[in-house]
């Protein structure tokens, strides 16, 4: 489901957050969960070769990746660390971003206070995240597609809908929240949503723990792939600051 930023509505909602963080040269930005760098040299361009971009994640395959895919940038540094635990000093991040990873973490709450440890006063910091409680999957069978999106919310992603709690969140944290925004992600094409959101292989994760029918369940995925097809789902952003 992180690849639902690879869709046109998913880049023009990362374009948007990254424009929002007003990043400038010479700026220290962290990207925490920045997984393979995609969007390390878009911040690496912004804030110069008198800047620093840090790059944060704890798989370190997708930290390979990103190495490689900021080879020649001298200024950006790939960081092994835990978001709840973030491997930078206290106060010397200008600008902050977190995309697509809080509803995964442990305790949401603890990793915005360590952004906020991390963070100077006056920094900015994006957030985004899915609300999965808002997924719909177009069907005849309308009690099947519920049931798809009761699984996808209860078993597959930790913290589902936390997209519609970020201000809030943020707020407790101690940050002032600036904007918040929703978009929306819609899908028409059955083989991209398919592997986008998981459709099949969640569905084969729902039957196998006895949560959707078998019968019920193949013939719902086989009547999605047969006609027009619809998926959406809303992702929130939010800008704060410190």
């Not at 697509?100 to 994006?126: F, K, N, Q, W, Y």
């Amino acid at each position: 489901m992180l690849r639902a930023a690879a869709s046109d509505t998913g880049r023009a909602y990362k374009q948007r957050l990254l424009e929002s963080l007003d990043v400038r040269l010479g700026h220290t930005v962290l990207d925490v969960g920045c997984g393979p760098g995609t969007d390390l040299p878009a911040l690496a361009e912004r804030v110069g070769e008198t800047g620093t971009v840090i790059g944060v994640d704890r798989d370190r395959a997708m930290l390979e990746q990103a190495r490689i895919r900021t080879a020649d940038l001298r200024w950006v540094e790939v960081r092994e660390g835990d978001a709840h635990a973030l491997p930078v000093e206290p106060g010397t991040v200008d600008r902050a971003k977190v995309d697509r990873v809080l509803m995964h973490v442990a305790e949401p709450s603890d990793v915005l206070a360590e952004l906020r440890r991390a963070t100077r006063p006056g920094a900015r910091i994006g957030l985004a995240e899915p609300d999965w409680d808002t997924l719909v999957v177009d069907s005849e069978d309308l009690d099947t597609s519920r049931a798809f999106t009761r699984f996808t919310t209860a078993e597959v992603v930790r913290h589902a809908a936390i997209g519609r709690g970020l201000a809030r969140l943020a707020g407790r944290a101690g940050f002032r929240v600036e904007d918040v925004s929703a978009v929306t992600p819609v899908f028409l094409d059955f083989r991209e949503a398919d592997h986008t959101l998981g459709l099949g292989r969640n569905l084969q994760r729902a039957i196998d723990g006895g949560h959707i029918d078998p019968a019920r369940g193949r013939d719902w995925f086989a009547g999605l792939s047969e006609g027009p097809f619809y998926a959406s789902f809303t992702l929130v952003s939010v800008v704060c600051s410190r």
